[in-house]
């Protein structure tokens, strides 16, 4: 399957669901772990950066460009599905450059974030429309690009601010948004206001995937979630053995 068959199979994946069927996008950190979750069936798998940088030692945010898209290019080449991948901002790449990193990689969907990391900050919301607007340009329908809307995460409450970039981003040729840690109970009004399908983070001790489709969530995503999740298990295997299992 070429790569714009990949993304156009990916795009598919978020339009005519059901809202308790929303799309479940695994985020895996490795190539052990995409195959884990490609053979149990999911139609797609995605990256978090968060996941990633813990498995090559690094804190979130920290791992180098090239690491990580070396990274996505494994996971990429250990499945057959598509694979969407989280680049953080950008990496400080032109938007030509992130596009053909991405393609080298292989992956065909991408998160993109409007937090700037020098400053810890939002961007502007016209320029990172604008920046969006260059991505979309370089890659035409071969990415299916997830635009990250970092004001809830910032610790903005305004609807209508998450509203604004929302139909900034769409406009810029984005396919889906990604209102990071909007709350549950907002979820319906956002739904329903947005021009794109949402994507949601499912958290521990939140509602279940499907609770958040039901919500109004089309696509739901882990973060470092299930990563955090593998290790706690691995941590209590390695206890285990450290205290005299026998088996």
Same mark, same amino acid.
């Not at 929303?22 to 995409?34: H, Q, R």
């Given at each position: 399957m070429t790569a714009a068959a990949r993304a156009a199979?990916?795009? *598919?994946?978020?339009? +005519?669901?059901? !809202?308790?069927d !929303?799309?479940?996008? !695994?985020? @895996?950190? +490795?190539?052990?772990? *995409?195959r884990v979750f490609a053979n149990a069936g999911f139609p797609a798998l995605a990256? !978090?950066?968060?996941?990633?940088? *813990?498995?090559? #030692?690094?804190? +979130?945010?920290?791992?180098p460009a090239d690491e990580m898209f070396a990274a996505i290019a494994r996971i990429v080449r250990a499945v057959d599905v598509p694979v969407t991948a989280d680049v953080e /901002?950008?990496?400080g790449l032109s938007a030509g450059e992130l596009v053909g990193r991405? /393609?080298? /990689? #292989? *992956?065909?969907?991408?998160?993109?974030?409007d937090s700037d990391h /020098?400053?810890?900050a939002l961007r502007d919301p016209q320029e990172q429309a604008d920046w969006l607007a260059e991505v979309r340009a370089e890659a035409g329908e071969a990415l @299916?690009?997830?635009a990250r809307i970092d004001t809830f995460l910032r610790g903005g409450t305004d609807l209508d601010a998450a509203l604004e970039r929302a139909h900034r981003y769409a406009a810029a040729g984005a +396919?889906?948004?990604?209102p990071i840690l909007a709350p549950p109970e907002l979820l319906p009004e956002l739904a329903a206001a947005a021009p794109l399908p949402l994507n949601a983070l499912a958290k521990a001790g939140g509602p279940a995937p499907r609770e958040l489709g039901a919500l109004g969530a089309t696509r739901i995503t882990f973060g470092g979630g299930l990563h955090h999740a593998a290790m706690t298990t691995l941590a209590a295997e390695a206890a285990r053995l450290r205290d005299g299992a026998d088996s």
């Open positions: 199979t990916l795009r *598919a994946l978020h339009h +005519d669901r059901r !809202p308790a !929303p799309l479940i996008l !695994p985020n @895996v950190w +490795d190539a052990a772990s *995409a990256t !978090p950066s968060a996941g990633i940088a *813990a498995s090559l #030692g690094y804190a +979130d945010g920290e791992t /901002a950008g990496y991405l /393609a080298e /990689a #292989g *992956a065909v969907g991408c998160n993109l974030e /020098a400053t810890g @299916v690009v997830n +396919d889906c948004l990604y």
